[in-house]
């Protein structure tokens, strides 16, 4: 596609339920990172990958999260045992590469509700 | 560890105007990029400009500049000739140049462009 697609666009969900979310970024590009916006918050950084690995996940809540990426492309975003301080909307970048502060491209994120 | 400050929570200016965002950010590393971004109320952000920290010129897109002072690690953005469309959420971001690629963003500044 033209742009960052994440899917899916909402998901609603019972508190301990397990969630995916999942981002396909732009094609070619190798750098894809995920960011937690709260209500009126800003950007919260959680992983970043190079390819498949992800050199920095430190900002990974707890161990209930998880992402992997396959193939240099499509990444996944997992919620184990979801919480209600879990909703937010969740933001996929890609961009790149990651040398020379290149510009991220996002997507228009997947607002997460846990009731 | 880095931090980015956005001290003015929501601004709005008139239409035609100019107006000033402000950004701090606090770092002990030499070699950074920083990078504002646009949030428009469809949600998907997308990069308004970006400076390199070894440039001392300030970068420029049209009607955005930048007021770039490393010493202070001050980087505020200017909005000429301000448009309805740049109604929208702004954030200053701040990225290490080598070692981690993780962005750190600031809270951001709602701005409303006044008819």
């Known amino acids: 596609g033209a742009g960052v697609s994440q899917s899916p666009s909402n998901k609603v969900t019972e508190k301990g339920k397990d969630v995916e979310l999942r981002c396909d970024p732009i094609?070619?590009?190798?750098?894809l990172y995920w960011y937690r916006q709260s209500l009126g918050q800003g950007l919260e950084f959680l992983i970043y990958?190079?390819?498949?690995?992800?050199?920095?996940k430190s900002g990974l809540p707890s161990d209930r999260f998880s992402a992997e990426r396959t193939g240099g492309s499509v990444s996944t975003l997992t919620i184990q045992r979801t919480q209600q301080e879990d909703s937010a909307v969740y933001l996929c970048?890609?961009?790149?590469?990651?040398?020379?502060?290149?510009?991220?491209?996002f997507g228009p994120g997947t607002r997460l509700t846990v009731l | 560890a880095q931090t980015v400050t956005q001290s003015q929570p929501e601004m709005s200016v008139q239409e035609a105007e100019t107006v000033t965002l402000s950004c701090t950010y606090d770092?002990?590393?030499?070699?950074?990029?920083l990078f504002w971004y646009k949030q428009p109320p469809s949600r998907q952000m997308i990069l308004v400009i970006r400076?390199?920290?070894?440039?001392?010129q300030n970068a420029t897109e049209n009607r955005f500049s930048v007021n770039f002072q490393k010493a202070a690690k001050s980087f505020s953005l200017k909005i000429s000739d301000s448009q309805l469309g740049d109604t929208a959420m702004y954030f200053c971001?701040?990225?290490?140049?080598?070692?981690?690629?993780?962005?750190?963003f600031g809270t951001g500044t709602r701005l409303k462009v006044l008819a």
């Open positions: 970048a890609s961009s790149l590469g990651l040398a020379g502060g290149g510009e991220q491209f």
């Open positions: 094609s070619g590009h190798t750098a």
């Open positions: 990958f190079q390819g498949n690995s992800a050199p920095d």
């Open positions: 770092t002990s590393e030499s070699n950074y990029y």
């Open positions: 400076q390199e920290a070894y440039k001392q």
């Open positions: 971001a701040f990225r290490l140049a080598s070692g981690t690629y993780k962005y750190i």
